[in-house]
């Protein structure tokens, strides 16, 4: 039995608030379960200099928690001078999430960052923070084609994420914290809409896995995301 | 005329929304008008070095702007590096602020962290990260002399800020985005329930102004002052 | 009866010493009782990124304390890596009141830099700062018309500063360091010769303060900037 | 065709080679073709504050790359003032990595310390580093069980790391780097000589990927792991 | 000839001004030509980390250049966020020469901290450094000892450094800013009075130079030395 | 007797391996006894903002220690955030020394980098960096002239450098780290091959010491660097 008495393949209850905040080209609240994110999405002309005059853009990820997005509170990152491993690794992985679902040269040469900040955290951050991006990124491309400076839409695919691991030898969907700081095992699944990965990633965290676990969680994954994207077509109006 | 339509004395509409997460002791979403700040109030047993074992407490504020909470996107602080300048005048008015109306010994030997971070900012961030930072603090001392961690109430008085200024050469209660940016001078006042200064700041932003200018800032203060209070004391069920 | 036997309304014996040091183009050693504060005027060609090409120019402050200017030795800025938050405090507020005095369109494309170095220590070293500036500025200006690179004089008034508070329930002008360290609230008011306020700014210390205390203190500052606008323009041959 | 002329499960030339240098409890040069990358393991019994008196010891891993190991050279982080997201990252998962073959309490309150540092790049740097690091650890047990510092040893599996990718279509072992910057998706493996999976890790870096596809590289990460096992169990004279 | 007119062994007019602050143990103003450098002396008790319990003292040396010491403005290193290369090896050199005359087991367990702040530059100024901690260690030493808290003088003998280099063609001794620009090699000396070398340092700056050359300039430095050291037996009453 | 038996005026076995990566347009493995240290030379065409367009270019030198390549391990500089006062200091004395050895004009607006990573320390790593860096900064500009991108060979001269020390009493050539560590003084020289000193530092660490030592420990770097210069020149196939 989960501790939220969740099926294994139950997701939390989801939501995406869009228009949370007025002055982002795109902005979103996402919600599962308790973990809430605020992502919103920004349109910059100025490039990153490596990237300029190739006629293509560039979309990146920024991460943060509020210091009492937790049970406990975390150090202010701008006030130990630096970004923590943890966030680094995160932000990472949400840009590239994201660049795999837009034609860079079809975005021209702007740059869109999503900055996802965590308002509140029950496990699942990264994962609401990439789900929640590509509404925020669809939002803001929205608004791009409305007002004209986009032709073609950039946009080619749907991405969402999910957590799933081994919680007391079950493999189970979209971990909450009491699941998370306790599973086996546990991985992050990066999905389009059309049937493909754009990242697997599964670790052990105290015991190792064989491949038939690595394989259920994928299936789990693809369970997951589809209820997500469909959550995601609706914010976005579509 | 003001931007906003608003009379001279009028403050934007504004509430204090209690628990807006769930983690921390104390915790508002602080509003006035179209800014955004939620505060939470973390306490902790372990005291900053200098004040270890002395028999009282501290309470001490954070501040930080999400990084498209205004017009166009502020880099974040934390991938900067540190933080800036009025990032740390501001979090130090807020420690000042509220250190005033608590009496630290009855606190006893623990700390009170307020953090003050802004989900949306249209003008007055740091008065209402104050006003917002007493209702969470609040919240978070009843909890302690519910829980039996205090027998006498450390909170000596209430606190609330407001900025005015003199807008095309009126002087305004609580500036917005769009009169903040171009005021000739602009002020803020923190004060007391029971009608004293806790601080007064006016700054020339682009033309200096007379004691008489000054005295209408300072009374303009008090009358909206008297409004946050009521709204605090709602706010936290008093 | 104040410690140092002055009477409430009574500055320390105060002096500018111009050309103190011979590379800057204005250079003051500025003295309030013990305080000896080294100001330099930095002419410079190089404006900051943002205000390049608009025809205007920009004043800005610095300030630091020596490691030993103070009764104990504070540890140095530099090797901890960072400026702290009264440090940045004070050198935003230096900036803030020289550029109140000045034509920034008429000083033309260059940035002057007023470098506030504390010698020693005693109390007031922002508002020695700030009055020692006005005298390096002046200087740096002066000698920009006699070389022919200013046709016209860019300031446009004259800027004192000065700390009054209330000590053992006696508003009093000028605090020193017995006093500024148990003062009950305190202040720095900069003031103009023309009779204007630039910045306002009292806080609470331990208690606070009503509008009357808030006046009399004003008062005071007024009586004080009068002998330091005079001892200003003594300093620059006026 | 791979550009080496390989098989695509054939690894590149691969050597451990142990005692690289004199000083480290655990040294060994690991190399992958071109890569090569200083593995060295130094026991410390200096735990981390969070882990002291708990009665377990714990395994960290630190990663660089010397300036100049790369094709152009990067700048030296040392200098920068931080580590790359990517080094993060990277050090990150060689501490995961080795974490998962060991006992911490049967290694005592003692730590290890993992420094894998790039002499030359040639592709799969990090999986290098995690097969070298499992020889370094290997050799700094073996010393502490030869004097008699453990009685029982901790090491509980063998562990060994490898990247595999998608290249021009077909999925192929042990990138090099003219492989591992063209290609479609690339992922990295962790397993252990027991037949598990410790981290499991692939990103689309062009084109997403399929399930079908996951596995295959699965299948070749097993592959080649199994070659690796045995060359390190020749390394550490076993 | 030289710039200055001075023959070539000739060291500009020097002085050293005893308490030119009032807070610290130690204070001296050291003077050579235009070179002018505050040098206080901090005593505290408060040990670093790892020479805590072994019945030794510490002596310590910083150094920095206030901005505008020099022709054109240089950036604040605390601004900047780090000292510079040449701070750093400027300070390392200050402690060594110092700690060469003390016995640290005679001084106790204590520090003493020399600050050395640059507030005018015209070349030499960490000989000027140098020569001008020994005067304020000195009376750092004697306050200890009127105080009673050494029975027994610490201070085995007396250092004091100076500049020499080459200067178109001839050895000089403690050369100025004009000198020191365009030398083709130019050194430190650190002598003790006792006749020995504590540092002894040249670099070819622009020409290398042979044994002779570098004779020589020994022979200037202990020329110059024993005038400062009678001009420090001065400074400190003896 | 020193520890390793050798004569006073002998050097430890030393070996220049040349290419010993692969990327770099220069490489070597320099070692003298335990102490090796790998030295690249990277040519760049980007200059330091300060050099652009004045017809010369830049010889550059950095220096980093892996963590494991002492007795103890170190912490990573890199991880720490920032460079120390010692590798500061060394960096800045290998540009000095390789710069005496090359025309900047005839180089062309070109830098290089000598990157000088410590595999294994055992005393004289800085000596052995320059040394290697000359080798290294040969191979790279025999590349440049090969490849036709240089007409004139800019090297001059040929520069070696080794240290000197008096150990128990005895001026010997080339400490090992067992001799350093109790070294009563001890210098490093730098000379070059047509019989000039480049730079010549020595320093007391535990007693003064006298102008003959001085001396002779000069006479023990000219014999000590003529076996360097060989070695260089067979390294570089000259």
């Not at 999405?41 to 990146?60: C, I």
Request: hydrophobic share 35%; aromatic share 6%; net charge negative.
């Amino acid at each position: 039995m989960r501790p939220s008495g969740r099926a294994p393949d139950e997701l939390r209850p989801l939501s995406f608030e869009p228009g949370f905040t007025k002055h982002a080209e795109g902005s979103v609240l996402a919600t599962f379960g308790d973990t809430k994110v605020l992502v919103t999405a920004s349109v910059e002309t100025n490039l990153p200099p490596w990237l300029r005059g190739k006629g293509k853009g560039w979309v990146t990820g920024e991460y943060g928690m509020l210091p009492r997005s937790t049970h406990t509170r975390g150090n202010r990152e701008a006030a130990r001078g630096k970004q923590g491993g943890r966030t680094v690794e995160i932000q990472r992985l949400i840009g590239r999430a994201l660049r795999a679902c837009i034609d860079l040269e079809k975005l021209g040469e702007r740059q869109i960052v999503l900055d996802c900040d965590v308002i509140q955290a029950d496990g699942g951050t990264r994962t609401t923070s990439i789900s929640g991006a590509w509404v925020a990124l669809r939002l803001a491309v929205d608004g791009l084609i409305e007002a004209g400076h986009l032709e073609e839409d950039p946009i080619t695919d749907q991405v969402a994420a999910v957590s799933c691991g081994v919680y007391e030898g079950t493999p189970v969907l979209d971990l909450d914290y009491p699941e998370d700081s306790t599973a086996g095992s546990d991985g992050n699944f990066v999905l389009t809409a059309s049937g493909n990965i754009v990242e697997a990633q599964v670790s052990a965290e105290g015991e190792t896995f064989d491949q038939e676990a690595l394989l259920r969680l994928m299936r789990l994954a693809e369970i997951g995301c589809k209820e997500i994207f469909a959550a995601q077509l609706k914010a976005t109006g579509r």
